[in-house]
């Protein structure tokens, strides 16, 4: 499928004769109000997530660098170090970088309580900084509650949403004459069916790592129509719903799943499944490139990408998200800002789609019928995501301590791979997590 994109900052620079006659890029002359070029000669330090999402960033870093004159230093590191180093230096005042990477899932309460991120919401308005295709109404409504604080202030801008499906192999469920599950009845029965341990044949794979794994957890706990913490700030996480959720997922990862799954992460789980000896693998759409690359996969045409079934109570695609935020200390706010609008843009955010590194929460990116032609991965991942964003739901609480939150229900569900009864470990994990949460709050 060819990229209709044309690799140079021409492909960015408004106002050029091409690109304002070029409605597929929904860039409008206009924008050369903006004066890119009026911070030539800055460095800014920016820290990035290492995932597909950032790799897309750091390919086309170039671009921004000749569009603005500005030099960037970005720096992508693992998910778990990267949210241990910002907070580190965040707490300290004297952060490193001027731009941060943040999982709006993870970080977003603990970012509003520290005063970490510089208010841009004037820099929104300012159509010397801003191009004014760039408005609130273009984002995704998750995406603007995610970016802005409690009192409605914008202090980031949205720039990736994930929602998470079933990778399936349509050729192994085809051998044994499976079709895709509409339930988790289905779903359980079908990765039972699938699974063939004397030819290393495995019919589901997930996150088992302690942290790594609560997501799959609470993903599942959406279709049992509950979520971990209630309307009234109460955990809910040693209910009926929460244990059979536990007990589904027990059941998947120790019946179902490949030798060693507890230590499994995406990485781990994405490798297993393009050996082509996994039946399904769930998790987050953005992590479906290699999928369809032949130097990577051996599964290249045969998969299918499936909405997430029908829980017993509700249907609901678990939905994660990050975003790019200009840090309070920094001293080049408005350079920074800069680059978060270029990394969010519509150009990179069509690249993004189109690289099936992750899903923009610009809308006029997903509407746009000249982008959706040039998106590489099969039609079924386009659908996936647009049917997942209808049954969208956030699977991780929006708390302070969402990391310790994952960290201690995480070494709960890893005992239970290794066979531990789900209701002890939920109790015990609620035990233990319940004094955090108030402390947060307090």
């Not at 050369?32 to 897309?56: C, H």
């Not at 979520?227 to 179902?256: C, F, H, N, V, W």
């Not at 829980?311 to 935020?325: E, N, R, S, V, Y």
Request: overall charge neutral.
């Amino acid at each position: 499928m060819p990229s209709f994109f044309n690799p140079t900052r021409r492909g960015f620079l408004a106002g050029t004769a091409a690109l304002g006659a070029s409605s597929m890029l929904g860039m409008r002359p206009a924008s050369a109000a903006v004066d890119w070029k009026r911070f030539t000669g800055t460095t800014l330090e920016v820290n990035l997530v290492k995932s597909p999402r950032s790799e897309i960033l750091l390919k086309y870093l170039p671009e921004f660098e000749e569009l603005t004159g500005i030099k960037v230093n970005a720096e992508a590191t693992p998910e778990q170090q990267q949210r241990q180093k910002t907070t580190i230096e965040l707490s300290s005042g004297k952060p490193s970088f001027d731009v941060v990477h943040m999982s709006y899932h993870v970080q977003k309460r603990q970012f509003e309580k520290g005063g970490w991120l510089a208010d841009i919401s004037g820099f929104l308005k300012d159509a010397s900084l801003t191009d004014p295709s760039l408005v609130e109404s273009d984002f995704a409504e998750a995406g603007l509650a995610f970016a802005k604080d409690g009192d409605g202030v914008l202090r980031s801008l949205p720039f990736s949403v994930d929602y998470w499906i079933i990778y399936w192999n349509k050729a192994l469920f085809e051998k044994k004459g499976l079709a895709y599950p509409t339930s988790f009845d289905e779903l359980a029965s079908a990765a039972e069916a699938l699974t063939d341990p004397s030819t290393n044949t495995y019919g589901f794979v997930a996150r088992g790592l302690k942290n790594a794994n609560t997501p799959v957890w609470t993903s599942l706990l959406l279709g049992y129509g509950s979520s971990p913490l209630g309307p009234d700030g109460k955990l809910r996480t040693t209910s009926p719903e929460a244990i059979d959720a536990a007990k589904l997922y027990q059941k998947l990862m120790t019946k179902t799943a490949p030798p060693g799954v507890s230590g499994f992460n995406w990485a781990e789980a994405q490798s297993a499944f393009l050996q082509g000896k996994i039946g399904m693998w769930l998790d987050g759409v953005g992590f479906a490139p290699p999928i369809e690359n032949p130097e990577k996969s051996r599964v290249v045409g045969q998969v299918g990408y499936g909405i997430m079934p029908k829980g017993p109570k509700a249907q609901a695609a678990g939905t994660f998200g990050d975003g790019l935020g200009v840090v309070a200390a920094s001293q080049k706010k408005e350079a920074a800002y800069l680059f978060c609008q270029w990394a969010i843009s519509h150009e990179m955010g069509a690249r993004l789609l189109q690289a099936g590194a992750g899903v923009p929460f610009r809308q006029s990116v997903l509407e746009d019928a000249k982008v959706r032609e040039g998106v590489k991965m099969p039609g079924a991942w386009l659908d996936a995501v647009v049917g997942s964003g209808k049954i969208s739901q956030l699977a991780l609480p929006v708390i302070i301590p969402v990391t310790e939150f994952r960290d201690i229900y995480g070494v709960g569900l890893t005992n239970m791979i290794g066979g531990a009864d789900p209701e002890t470990e939920l109790k015990a994990a609620t035990a233990q997590f319940e004094p955090v949460l108030a402390k947060s709050e307090g």
